[in-house]
């Protein structure tokens, strides 16, 4: 083994492909791993390759939560066989960095967002301070820091005169392209029109409200699926029930990775319609776009700077103009009328050339200097 590296999550590890992919690259690279993350309730069983531990805490959310977490990673680190730390996101990057000087072995940071300016932490005043000034204090002392898109990587390069490297969350292509689910498990017929949207944080200002409210004039071949979790989720159920889509919308539950996937190869489209609402959805990438592009479904997406990049530039869907329901329905009925078929040349290139394997190049790169 060229070392043993030691990862680190505040999540708990199920459902997390990026963190997931860097490990089993860097395994497959001759690295001994060891994910460390959190452990819930309902937390799904894991069958990695590589070491897991999940810490089980006491708190399950907010300032205790945190609090806790961190004092619990910096113990499991201090005491721990690693010669690498890799941390991941602002959330565990305060017990890695001290962990690091005191034991003096190499930190990688892995920020997956630009954590201080996500929506939740907006009106919290006293809590986007505390993160500041941990994130003002450390930052600009890191050698090895990897973000998710050029956009945040110039975000914190204003920030901190450090420009990161930029890694994607682009599936592998070993990844096995999926049999898609039979739509006749949901009650739908081959001639409907399937959209979805599927992310572990179907949240306010995602676009789903508006979506809905769109399927309100849309013809009843236009179904939906949407999958995971999310705050808005209860309030979209209970929409549905309002306005009587119940027949049109199914809401999944988050499942396993190769699951989720067949479910997505069932539709025609995948949405991606955050708003510009803030800096964190104005230069977001989501995840779910390079899975639409793995399975091979269209994308109809907002007129945001990294999507629409990758959408436009690889001709995979269309842009709506406004979340107004004029402009998204409108868009649907273009996209139900030119069909799947228009966009399977552009589907098919940037399957072929956006793939985890290109992106994770300079990470290796970054470790080969360090071992």
């Not at 898109?149 to 450090?162: P, V």
């Not at 069932?266 to 639409?292: C, Q």
Request: glycine share 6%; charged share 25%; with cysteine.
């Amino acid at each position: 083994m060229k070392g043993r590296i030691t990862i680190s999550v505040t999540n708990d590890l199920s459902n997390d492909q990026r963190v997931h992919k860097m490990c089993s690259s860097l395994e497959a690279e001759g690295y001994s791993i060891c994910l460390v993350g959190r452990l819930l309730p309902k937390s799904l069983p894991l069958e990695r390759t590589y070491e897991t531990k999940r810490l089980k805490l006491w708190f399950k959310k907010g300032a205790l939560f945190y609090a806790e977490m961190n004092i619990r990673l910096f113990f499991h680190l201090l005491f721990s066989n690693t010669h690498i730390l890799h941390s991941n996101d602002l959330d565990t990057l305060f017990p890695n960095f001290l962990v690091s000087k005191i034991r003096g072995i190499p930190l990688i940071y892995d920020t997956h967002e630009y954590f201080l300016g996500v929506p939740e932490i907006q009106h919290k005043p006293l809590v986007l301070s505390i993160w500041r000034k941990i994130e003002s204090s450390i930052f600009p002392r890191l050698k090895h820091v990897f973000t998710v898109n050029h956009s945040i990587a110039k975000l914190y390069e204003e920030d901190y005169g450090l420009r990161p490297y930029v890694v994607r969350n682009i599936p592998s292509s070993r990844t096995l392209l999926p049999t898609a689910e039979d739509r006749r498990s949901f009650g739908w017929k081959s001639t409907d029109f399937i959209f979805i949207n599927q992310g572990t944080g179907i949240n306010v200002d995602r676009g789903m409200e508006e979506f809905l409210e769109a399927m309100c004039i849309l013809p009843a071949e236009i179904k939906l699926i949407i999958v995971g979790k999310g705050d808005v989720v209860p309030s979209l159920k209970q929409r549905v029930l309002e306005v009587g889509l119940h027949e049109r919308v199914q809401f999944v539950e988050p499942l396993p990775y190769e699951q989720m996937l067949r479910l997505t190869a069932m539709a025609d489209v995948g949405l991606s319609l955050d708003k510009d609402t803030n800096i964190n959805y104005r230069f977001s990438l989501p995840n779910k776009l390079f899975d639409y592009i793995r399975v091979g479904i269209p994308v109809l997406a907002s007129n945001l700077v990294e999507v629409a990049q990758v959408v436009e530039g690889w001709k995979l869907g269309r842009m709506i103009k406004s979340h107004s329901v004029k402009d998204i329905s409108e868009a649907v009925l273009q996209m139900k009328k030119e069909g799947k078929e228009n966009y399977l040349e552009g589907l098919q290139k940037a399957s072929k050339e956006l793939s985890w394997e290109n992106e994770v190049e300079a990470v290796i790169r970054i470790y080969e200097d360090l071992v």
